[in-house]
């Protein structure tokens, strides 16, 4: 979990033990022993230490197949809002850490007992366990500690990042508008977020040209103007890179798979 990563998996993540920093998508939480995280498929996300590498977590793994034959339309069900809404970290009361920890004991024991019908009481555990986190009341967000300065200027910068991909950014840019030299802003850039900023950049500007591929309506050197590359020949590298495929095959395989 020390590298970014991001995969086709929504993940529950709960930590028993210690403090994280965890960077999701465009976030920074400082995150401590009773928090619950919720992390959709397909966003990037990466957890570091805070005040030390010690520390216990249980996490948990799951693609909306897995529930659908108990609850049709996953994705848009409200059961999943934790999943879709901000903040994705959840801080727990003792009453409640108690509460999570018995559903995530059940889990854990019939994972390990594998019986007839272990499959069926996972899915009914699991479902209790995103119900169970739904009805927990929002926290005072006075309760979540500020970020650390360097967390916070990178915060402050990968959600600058997220909110003008479409544009021309470089390096030197950000350092001037974000008062802090280039080396400095580089080298903790990649420590914060597993990524160097170009990096992330090329990332978010690829999900996006996904989603616009996905609808299969514009053409390829449309969307790859609209996120930001003035080459398309980059833009197919940078894609194919990141995604596997071309552009061009994406689309295919998206259309076929409708």
Same mark, same amino acid.
């Given at each position: 979990?020390?590298? &970014?990563?991001?995969? &086709? +998996?929504?993940? %529950? ?14 976030? $920074? ?58 903040? &994705? ?13 018995? @559903?995530?004991?059940?889990?854990? +024991? ?12 996972? &899915?009914? +555990?699991?479902?209790? *366990?995103? *119900?169970? =986190?739904?009805? @927990?009341?929002? =926290?005072? =967000? ?14 402050? %910068?990968?959600?600058? +990042? ?6 021309? %950014? ?24 597993? *990524? ?7 990332? $978010? ?39 596997? *495929? ?13």
């Amino acid at each position: 979990m020390d590298d &970014k990563h991001s995969h &086709k +998996l929504h993940e %529950i993540y709960y930590l028993r033990k210690g403090q994280r920093y965890y960077f999701i998508d465009d976030r $920074i939480y400082h995150v401590h022993q009773g928090d619950l995280i919720f992390i959709p498929s397909f966003v990037l996300h990466r957890t570091t230490a805070a005040d030390s590498n010690e520390h216990e977590r249980t996490v948990i793994y799951f693609q909306d197949e897995f529930l659908q034959d108990l609850i049709p339309n996953l994705p848009a069900h409200p059961v999943m809002k934790r999943f879709y809404s901000e903040p &994705k970290v959840v801080r727990l009361k003792l009453t409640d850490q108690i509460g999570i920890e018995n @559903i995530l004991a059940k889990l854990s +024991l019939e994972y390990q007992k594998q019986l007839p019908d272990s499959q069926l009481y996972l &899915k009914i +555990l699991l479902i209790e *366990l995103l *119900l169970f =986190a739904n009805r @927990i009341e929002p =926290a005072d =967000a006075s309760i979540y500690e500020p970020l650390s300065p360097i967390h916070e200027k990178i915060h402050k %910068i990968v959600r600058y +990042l997220r909110a003008n991909y479409q544009k021309p %950014i470089s390096l030197n840019e950000l350092a001037h508008q974000f008062y802090i030299s280039q080396y400095y802003l580089s080298r903790m850039f990649k420590t914060v977020t597993g *990524l160097t900023m170009v990096e992330y950049l090329n990332t $978010i500007r690829i999900q996006e040209a996904q989603k616009l591929l996905s609808d299969g309506i514009l053409p390829i050197t449309e969307i790859a103007s609209m996120v930001g590359y003035e080459s398309q020949t980059y833009f197919g590298r940078m894609f194919k890179r990141i995604t596997g *495929l071309t552009p061009r095959e994406y689309r295919k395989q998206h259309q076929a798979g409708c």
